[in-house]
């Protein structure tokens, strides 16, 4: 089983910055994909940002923007996000893959304001 606890949303201007964090717990390690989704009001949920072994994947619409990483001795992945558009405003959610399970945090709203 694993816990994903995420942190660091709020409301910013466009044009701000945030910075994102989920903490892992339970049975995971640094082999195991980790990243971020969002679904925004009336959408669905859509990839963000992912890290597996080193690399990391973007979606085209935040790619230059926003930064994963992630520290393993902490079993934290982050989100930093620069350059925010109102259209990034969503609730972000954590997300790991273990063996064929799908682990998903409780979500953390972002809004930006034009």
């Known amino acids: 089983q694993v816990q994903l606890v995420e942190s660091g949303g709020g409301s910013v201007q466009a044009g701000g910055s945030l910075r994102l964090s989920c903490v892992a717990s339970?049975?995971?390690?640094?082999?195991?994909?980790m990243g971020w989704y969002r679904q925004g009001p009336g959408k669905q949920r859509d990839l963000v940002a992912t890290?597996?072994?080193?690399?990391?994947n973007y979606a085209d619409s935040v790619r230059g923007r926003f930064t994963i990483s992630r520290d393993n001795a902490k079993n934290t992945v982050y989100l930093q996000m620069n350059s925010l558009k109102p259209e990034d405003t969503a609730v972000y959610y954590c997300?790991?893959?273990?063996?064929?399970?799908?682990?998903w945090g409780q979500g953390t709203q972002v809004t930006v304001s034009s």
């Open positions: 997300h790991a893959l273990v063996g064929y399970h799908n682990y």
């Open positions: 339970g049975i995971i390690s640094r082999i195991n994909p």
């Open positions: 890290t597996s072994s080193g690399s990391t």
